[in-house]
């Protein structure tokens, strides 16, 4: 079992620091840390640092960090999923696959068929999960939660954002509009040269897109994908592009390597 991992909200530098205050209770209430347990911090930017615990209060966690990495552990090129997003507990189920996938951004839409309008409270709430499934999956770089944003606004908005991001892809899922639609197999084929830099894709709420916006992302130039012949969950979905999107950028964990910046690797 790997060590636990805990967020800070600072740089990374060796030396003595305390825990924030909600990860020094998860630490000494949840976990039962105690001194001399080792542990790993990572500040949400890319870097993490070995750590041991040196002291103890009721609310306080102090540790030393023994030296400092970069090791990001997303995706090589940039990849920007937007969703409209399901409601209740399925909304942790979509930052989950999303953060584990190496997704770099999600952005909330606001599409014709929305179950739900994302309010400051949700976001906060989505931002809190992306903390918690980094730790799990030992990312150090927080995806980020965009503004949620209308879709054909989105559309316009990447339109202008591709011009300096070429080579990329935009994909959006949709299991109709069958003369517009390629498969899973064919996207890759066309693609299996391309290095991409930055990547898009687009997925529906539960009653799916309307054609009419999935012909406007068309008329943008995106690609429709049909993602098999049953019916996917947004979260199911999710992690079927972005995984996708890990084999378009060639994803061999180039980005996780380990480069020391500051102490000794341990």
């Known amino acids: 079992m790997g060590l636990h991992r805990y967020f800070v909200h600072q740089s990374l530098s060796p030396g003595r620091t305390y825990l924030p205050p909600e990860e020094a209770h998860h630490a000494l209430r949840v976990r039962r840390e105690s ?23 009721k609310r306080d966690c102090e ?3 023994e030296s400092i990495r970069f090791a990001p552990r997303d995706l090589p090129g940039r990849f920007t999923l937007g969703v409209s997003l399901p409601k209740g507990d399925r909304l942790r189920a979509v930052v989950e696959k999303a953060v584990e996938l190496g997704v770099h951004e999600l952005v909330p839409l ?17 931002q809190r999960f992306v903390i918690e499934a980094c730790k799990q999956c ?15 606004a989105w559309l ?9 991001t070429n080579p990329g892809f935009q994909i959006i899922a949709h299991p109709d509009l069958a003369d517009h639609r390629i498969s899973m197999k064919q996207l890759l084929l066309s693609n299996s040269s391309l290095q991409p830099q930055h990547g898009f894709a687009a997925i529906g709420p539960e009653g799916g897109f309307t054609d009419e916006e999935v012909l406007k992302a068309v008329s943008y130039n995106w690609k429709v994908i049909d993602l ?39």
Not at 110 to 126: A, G, M, Q, W, Y
Not at 138 to 152: A, Q, S, V
């Open 35 to 57: 001194v001399g347990d080792r542990c790993v911090l990572f500040d949400g930017l890319g870097n993490e640092a070995p750590a041991v615990i040196v002291s103890t209060t």
């Open 63 to 65: 540790v030393e960090v």
């Open 110 to 126: 606001l599409t014709e068929r929305s179950v739900k309008i994302p309010t400051d409270n949700s976001i906060e709430k989505l």
């Open 138 to 152: 030992e990312r150090n770089r927080l995806m980020e939660i965009k503004t949620p944003i209308d879709f054909e």
């Open 156 to 164: 316009a908005r990447v339109a202008q954002d591709k011009v300096s």
């Open 228 to 266: 098999g012949s049953r019916i996917l969950r947004v979260e199911t979905a999710v992690a079927s592009l972005s995984t996708l999107a890990a084999v378009l950028f060639d994803d061999k964990q180039s980005t996780s390597g380990q480069t020391i910046i500051a102490g000794n690797l341990q």
